[in-house]
């Protein structure tokens, strides 16, 4: 990424899962190093913890993600919530924590000048997770099984002069049950923001990067450091804009070198195990 830096009130991340090998860390890390925001939600499954048990291999390069979280709030004052997902559960013991600029929470109520937004990774929602934990952890290991195979099957892609194809992502739009999990999903944290007097939801959880209206409430997903790369804006308080890796790259570019947008954009398409740019 070039050296411009865009200014904002927030920046909501989640589901990055560092210590798993299908973590997009290089490219989350040089975004963090572009952007200087006042506030920084870390919204669950930063760190997998699953992963972690079952493998027992942290990757060199997931600790500058960490390091710099850690020198955005000693040098930018940045404050940092993180809020904790089903993968890195094991901080529901010790919440909740505060370090000075570091909160770690189990929810947040971030406040803005149209009313409150609950902050939630929001896996609470998913009756598998919560009623089944086994069934969701044999579901994490057929994931990474997936993510593997997509790995594999991309390169073969990428030989052939193919582009990036996710098979989850088909997946998911392919199976009935899996968009209907979705949508009761939505409509779940919908009900729980209303109940919490907010006028709309951020969470993260299942993937699915989104900005839509649900009813009356504002339902906003962050979706994912795996294979979406996408991360909510505040760009001042209250207004709130989706961006995926590519565009936010382009967008920093652009206004650097004045290249045209689509031009730019193609510097920034993400290579499976490649930062491109």
Known sequence: MPKAKLHCESLFLS????????????????????IRCRKLFLNGDIVD???????????????????????MMEKQDTEVVYIRGNHDDILEKFLPLDFGRLRIVDEWIHHTPQGDYLVVHGDGFDHVT???RWLAKLGAVGYD??????????????????????MSKRIKARVKGAVGFIGRYEEQLQELAR???????????????EDRMVGDIHYL???????????????EAGR????????????????????????????????????AG
């Open 195 to 209: 109940r919490r007097k907010c006028c709309g939801v951020i969470c993260g959880h299942i993937h699915t990067p």
């Open 221 to 235: 997903n962050s979706g994912d450091w795996v294979e979406s790369l996408t991360a909510i804006i505040e760009w």
């Open 15 to 34: 589901d990055i899962h560092l210590g798993t090998p299908d973590s997009k860390v290089d490219e989350v890390t040089q975004l963090l190093k572009k």
């Open 49 to 71: 913890g699953w992963h972690l048990r079952r493998k027992g291999v942290w990757p060199a390069n997931h600790t500058s993600f960490i390091r710099q979280v850690l020198k």
């Open 145 to 166: 099984f997936l993510l593997r195979f997509n790995r594999l099957y991309n390169r073969w892609r990428a030989w052939r002069g193919r582009e990036y194809l996710s």
């Open 240 to 275: 709130f804009e989706l961006f995926d890796y590519a565009h936010l790259g382009a967008m920093l570019f652009e206004r650097e070198t004045g290249l045209a947008a689509d031009a730019a954009r193609q510097r920034f398409t993400v290579v499976p195990g490649k930062l």
């Open 130 to 132: 919560t009623g089944h």
